[in-house]
């Protein structure tokens, strides 16, 4: 049972039991509390700490082997769920909803595909509940999704991070090529898509500047939304939910709207690890839209067209040329 090949640095806990009593048939992240380096992560765990982790997340995305994988760690107050479970503790704001950023949820999605891989695993399942899945014996090829909060009397992973756990299960599952999560649900409130192909995805911006889209996510969040910033090409999108279903996906675009913000439903391209497609309309549909008066006008307009995610000289150039 090897370690990932991902793993930046080492910082070695004596904290653990040793050999494990069983296969790794499940994954648990966890947040660790604070936006901590990998270093400052594996530091977490001295002797006589009496807790560990398999692996943590810093919050530049770096990763730390604290226990080694074939070992059980000391994390997630259930001794049965340690034996089997890899651990990884991730680098998140200290305050609920305790939220990671872009890059420690994308490396957690990179590492729990390795260590799928590694173990012979090629499909993750998310089943919503604790009695589900306690209750259900994965198949020899399947991983399943715990979380700490089942086992003490605690919030970890954080809100941020559990009610992504079908969208997580998706994206792993995108990096094996095996489709969905066969969970329940509708994405980011807790489930996971039974076919699984798709994820719909609630975007609220995409602007070329991280600052831009830092103030909207801070405005979304003042209005009680979750977000997550993602970068795509040369674009900072800003997310508020991915969903298996569009139905969800679409009651989330009504409430941003209803209290005032731009929304629009992208996908991921049937499964592809993609944070949300291109535009769906070509810039010359989008200048006729224009002339027509769909998308306001002056500074208005311009903010709107950069908020759904087209380029506003290359809009404003073609209208220039129609008119």
Not at 17 to 40: F, M, N, W, Y
Not at 54 to 75: A, M
Not at 130 to 137: C, I
Not at 180 to 195: D, N, R
Request: glycine share 10%; hydrophobic share 30%.
């Amino acid at each position: 049972m090897s370690n990932s090949p991902l793993v930046n640095c080492t910082v070695k806990s004596p904290n653990h039991s040793g050999k494990r009593t069983h296969s790794i048939d499940t994954l648990t992240p966890h947040c660790v509390v604070g936006q901590l380096t990998a270093e400052g992560i594996g530091s977490c765990f001295p002797a006589g700490r009496e807790a560990s982790c398999n692996y943590g997340i810093g919050k530049d995305g770096r990763v730390v082997l604290v226990v080694d994988e074939c070992n059980r760690s000391w994390c997630s107050s259930s001794k049965s769920n340690d034996q089997r479970a890899v651990t990884i503790e991730c680098a998140s704001d200290k305050t609920d909803p305790y939220a990671m950023n872009s890059a420690v949820y994308e490396k957690l999605i990179e590492l729990c595909a390795d260590i799928c891989k590694r173990n012979g695993k090629n499909k993750v399942l998310w089943l919503g509940s604790k009695e589900k899945t306690l209750a259900y014996t994965p198949k020899s090829n399947e991983m399943v999704l715990t979380a700490h909060r089942w086992f003490a009397n605690k919030s970890c992973p954080g809100d941020w991070l559990y009610s992504r756990y079908g969208e997580l299960a998706d994206r792993i599952n995108a990096l094996l090529g095996t489709g969905g999560s066969s969970g329940s649900g509708g994405g980011s409130t807790g489930g996971s898509s039974s076919s699984g192909s798709v994820l719909y995805y609630v975007q609220s911006g995409a602007y070329s500047q991280k600052a831009n889209a830092d103030a909207q996510a801070a405005r979304l969040k003042a209005a009680g939304f979750e977000v997550l910033i993602k970068k795509v090409g040369n674009l900072y999108k800003v997310q508020t939910g991915a969903y298996s279903k569009k139905a969800n996906a679409d009651a989330q675009v009504s409430k941003l709207k209803a209290k005032g913000f731009d929304a629009f439903v992208t996908t991921n391209g049937g499964g592809t690890a993609a944070s949300g497609d291109t535009p769906k309309k070509s810039n010359t549909e989008i200048a006729k839209e224009v002339i027509a008066g769909k998308w306001g006008n002056g500074a208005d307009r311009k903010k709107r067209l950069e908020a759904a995610g087209y380029n506003y000289a290359a809009v404003q150039k073609i209208v220039n040329s129609m008119l």
